[in-house]
């Protein structure tokens, strides 16, 4: 009687230990954020403000960047060039690429450390993080741009939150609320908002504000920040993550309203995207994802009158 007693305390010991192992593993991959996201779906109306992801389908998939090898870490539309720029951090370079996926030219970087992530802000102007120093570098690129040199661009290093190479991943740009977003990779994972940098108009003192929203943050249902695209058109943020795989749209309050899977399967892929590290939107709302080493994507909506 009594070894079956035993036998029962610990059997019941064990089934315990299985399920908060089993919840501590849901949270970790935000099984119960993402289950309550699927749920809302099913009886909430589609915002038609929205860039609504779930209406996206693969048009081009797993190109390959010919000529570049090394590692794709970023990417950022320019409206006025019409082109796209990515970032490689081995051989650090600046690419610049056609809307197809083609190399249009590389611009050699010096002294940007582990260049994670380039964003476009204006005419001729982006931003760079170097993800290890948490340091933003503005820098300017014209048609006889031959080499960067950080030494010689304005910089701002933030030095939050410090965790090595789990640091700055993402940026994007509000041009008209003048708002930097900047995607902390995880450990923990954050999305800050910096203002004030760069610096508009030089003459006035240097007054930069950085904040975060741990409200919207905490409803991301994913592991990591791998990118981040601000829409101007509908004000919502885009957020990349390549761990899990998934691409979520947020709007002005943070909440999670629609998502684009990146696995086989899912929105016409036929393999899923195997380290999705950049994503940019041009103004036709197509979207455009690169994945290390060299793959590029392109997704757009079906046309209306199909």
Do not use: C
Request: net charge negative.
């Amino acid at each position: 009687m009594r070894r079956t007693r035993r036998s029962t305390v610990f059997f019941i010991s064990l089934l315990l230990v299985v399920f908060v192992a089993a919840g501590f593993a849901a949270q970790h991959v935000r099984l119960f954020e993402r289950a309550w996201f699927n749920a809302r779906q099913l009886w909430e109306p589609v915002d038609p403000q929205s860039i609504n992801l779930g209406e996206y389908q693969a048009v081009l998939q797993g190109q390959k960047i010919e000529g570049l090898e090394d590692d794709v870490s970023a990417l950022t539309y320019d409206p006025l060039r019409k082109s796209l720029f990515t970032v490689t951090n081995k051989q650090a370079e600046l690419v610049e690429l056609s809307l197809d996926g083609r190399i249009l030219r590389r611009i050699p970087l010096i002294g940007f450390g582990d260049a994670e992530a380039v964003e476009f802000i204006g005419p001729d102007t982006y931003v760079i993080t170097d993800e290890r120093q948490q340091r933003l570098i503005k820098v300017h690129v014209d048609d006889s741009t031959q080499v960067l040199d950080a030494a010689h661009a304005e910089q701002l290093t933030l030095g939050i939150n410090l965790s090595g190479n789990k640091g700055f991943e993402g940026l994007a740009y509000d041009s008209v609320g003048k708002r930097l977003f900047v995607a902390k990779e995880r450990d923990p994972m954050l999305i800050y908002e910096v203002r004030g940098f760069p610096q508009s108009n030089p003459q006035q003192p240097y007054a930069t504000h950085v904040v975060n929203n741990p409200r919207r943050d905490s409803r991301l249902f994913v592991r990591d920040l791998s990118s981040l695209q601000y829409d101007e058109r509908s004000g919502h943020l885009l957020a990349l993550s390549d761990e899990s795989k998934l691409l979520i749209e947020l709007d002005v309050e943070g909440r999670p309203i629609s998502t684009l899977s990146l696995k086989k399967g899912r929105h016409g892929l036929k393999k899923s995207v195997p380290q999705a590290e950049g994503v940019a939107m041009d103004d036709e709302g197509t979207v455009y994802v690169v994945s290390e080493p060299n793959l590029f994507y392109v997704f757009k909506k079906p046309a209306a009158d199909q």
